[in-house]
């Protein structure tokens, strides 16, 4: 079994910035593609940003609407997967999930955090 659990969100004044962080836990035996998606009420959930494994030398991808502002990054050692937002605009705000293909004994499995919640008004 696998567990992410998100942390990091919270309310912010426009033009601010926040770090989310994902903790992997369980009997992790690698990990691949991790990744941010968000949900905005009444909205369907989107990417914000991926993060390819090692093997696919940790390229990075992100939407439009938070490339220059957002960076994803991840610690393979800890188990960890960041998203530092910068220059936040109300239109971020919305449920942030985190997302890793990650393996067991069983194989690879796609894994889902329970969410944090980024808030962005003045």
């Known amino acids: 079994q696998v567990q992410l659990v998100e942390s990091g969100g919270g309310w912010v004044q426009p033009g601010g910035s926040l770090r989310l962080s994902c903790a992997a836990s369980?009997?992790?035996?690698?990990?691949?593609?991790m990744a941010w998606y968000r949900q905005a009420p009444g909205k369907e959930r989107e990417l914000a940003a991926s993060i390819a494994g090692i093997v696919s030398g940790s390229r990075t991808n992100y939407a439009d609407s938070v490339k220059c502002r957002f960076t994803i990054s991840r610690d393979n050692a800890k188990n960890m997967v960041y998203l530092q937002m910068n220059s936040l605009k109300p239109e971020d705000a919305a449920v942030y999930y985190c997302?890793?293909?990650?393996?067991?004994?069983?194989?690879?499995?796609?894994?889902w955090g329970q969410g944090t919640q980024v808030t962005v008004s003045s």
């Open positions: 997302n890793a293909k990650i393996a067991t004994a069983g194989g690879f499995s796609l894994y």
């Open positions: 369980g009997s992790i035996v690698s990990r691949d593609d």
